[in-house]
């Protein structure tokens, strides 16, 4: 018989080491593209109303450590650049996969992960108290249709496949 709450449970579970395998063999220049793409039309009316300007001279280095992909985001002129590998840190933020979307889909707070060692800020706390202020503000009802319920779904699933998990390495 089939068990959709034991596929659900294995598609969760190879999720991390799934894009790991991508993030390893994809050309570089692909993701950073896609990122950026992605990244310029999420925040775009925040571009053009000049909200972003905080970001003026900084790099946020983004690490979701579970599936080793870390990039850098900076305001070039009125776009976001994103630069894999990048040279500038003013931030970081690093969290596993599930941690990331449990605060996209709104399923967890930031301060909540933060103050369980699961969500590290390391640089500049005041560029980070500003990323974290804009993100609240826009919430995730702004991502294409299908995706905040796939997001939450996903969250969900990832609750009830590690409920209690220890805090991210401090490396």
């Given at each position: 018989m089939f068990d959709i709450k034991r596929v659900n449970h294995k598609v969760v579970?190879?999720?991390?080491?799934?894009?790991?395998?991508?993030t390893r063999?994809?050309?570089?220049?692909?993701?950073?593209?896609?990122?950026?793409?992605?990244?310029?039309?999420?925040?775009?009316?925040?571009l053009s109303r000049?909200?972003?300007?905080?970001?003026?001279?900084k790099t946020v280095v983004i690490s979701v450590a579970d599936i080793a992909l870390e990039f850098g985001i900076c305001?070039?002129?009125?776009?976001?650049?994103?630069?894999?590998?990048?040279?500038?840190?003013?931030?970081?933020?690093?969290?596993?996969?599930?941690?990331?979307?449990?605060m996209i889909s709104n399923t967890s707070d930031p301060d909540t992960l933060f103050f369980r060692r699961r969500l590290q800020m390391l640089g500049d706390t005041e560029l980070g108290l500003y990323c974290k202020n804009l993100l609240d503000s826009i919430g995730p009802e702004r991502l294409p249709p299908l995706?905040?319920?796939?997001?939450?779904?996903?969250?969900?699933?990832?609750?009830?496949?590690?409920?209690?998990?220890?805090?991210i390495d401090q490396a």
């Open positions: 579970a190879a999720l991390p080491s799934m894009l790991r395998t991508v063999c994809a050309p570089k220049r692909m993701q950073s593209g896609m990122l950026q793409l992605a990244l310029n039309r999420f925040f775009q009316s925040e000049g909200e972003l300007s905080f970001m003026q001279h305001l070039d002129g009125n776009k976001l650049q994103v630069q894999l590998m990048p040279a500038q840190q003013d931030l970081l933020l690093k969290a596993e996969l599930a941690d990331f979307i449990a995706v905040p319920g796939l997001l939450h779904w996903l969250a969900q699933q990832q609750t009830v496949l590690k409920p209690v998990k220890p805090a």
